[in-house]
């Protein structure tokens, strides 16, 4: 079944870096788009960014454009989210999503998520 | 962007039918079929639902339902469930060739 476990979380000061991972397995991960969706305490889903199933197409929310890059390592099967100029709002539940089919318009399955707090 | 707007709340008795509404714009919900809907128990992650608008992937109830009509989709679940107790939300693609969620409904079941 697929399964995708998120890690890289946890707690950084404001203007800092985090780099997310998720690994995935249970599916041919290089034949679909992933995403990453975001969720502040107490808030609703925040979609954050998208990869293509080739890595050729990057989509991002305009709160991460210029600041977060979305990667793929097809070798390793695993997501990446690089998140830098951080701040307090970037607070969240960072989930990785695998995509619906090989295009970036339909979040499927969800991991469980990591968590990022930004504070000083 | 902002969020799609979705009614904070609905509530249902057991055995009713709800309905929870999704509203955008003709440059989000209604220019496209690619409208999605989750389910999100507290704690835990969100599944999926309902995509491209009325679609059921396999193993969801067919209580479980979706349509689109211009800028607005709706969710109905049939039968309500105790089970079905949970946080809604809607998503969908836009013309930036970015995603936009709803900001969630909260059903109860009376």
């Known amino acids: 079944q697929v399964q995708l476990v998120e890690s890289g979380g946890g707690v950084v000061q404001p203007g800092g870096s985090l780099r997310l991972s998720c690994a995935a397995s249970?599916?041919?991960?290089?034949?679909?788009?992933m995403h990453w969706v975001r969720q502040a305490p107490g808030k609703g889903l925040e979609w954050v960014a998208v990869t293509s199933d080739d890595g050729r197409n990057k989509y991002y929310a305009d709160s991460a454009k210029g600041r977060f890059t979305i990667s793929r390592d097809d070798s390793k099967k695993s997501l990446f989210l690089q998140m830098d100029s951080l701040r307090p709002e970037d607070t969240a539940v960072y989930y990785c999503v695998k995509g619906w089919g090989s295009g970036t318009k339909t979040p499927d399955v969800w991991g469980k998520g990591t968590t990022v707090t930004i504070s000083s | 962007q902002s969020a799609l707007t979705q009614p904070a709340s609905v509530s249902g008795s057991p055995g009713q039918s709800i309905a929870i509404s999704c509203t955008g714009t003709?440059?989000?919900?209604?220019?496209?079929?690619?409208v999605s809907w989750y389910q999100q128990h507290p704690g835990k992650a969100p599944k999926l639902l309902i995509y491209?608008?009325?679609n059921r992937p396999s193993g969801v109830s067919d209580r479980f339902s979706g349509s689109k009509s211009g800028n607005t989709a709706s969710l109905t679940i049939s039968g309500l469930q105790a089970e079905d107790e949970a946080d809604y939300y809607c998503?969908?693609?836009?013309?930036?060739?970015?995603?936009?969620f709803g900001g969630g409904t909260k059903l109860t079941v009376l």
């Open positions: 003709s440059s989000d919900v209604g220019g496209y079929k690619y």
């Open positions: 249970g599916f041919t991960f290089r034949n679909y788009g």
């Open positions: 491209d608008a009325s």
């Open positions: 998503s969908s693609y836009t013309s930036s060739s970015t995603l936009l």
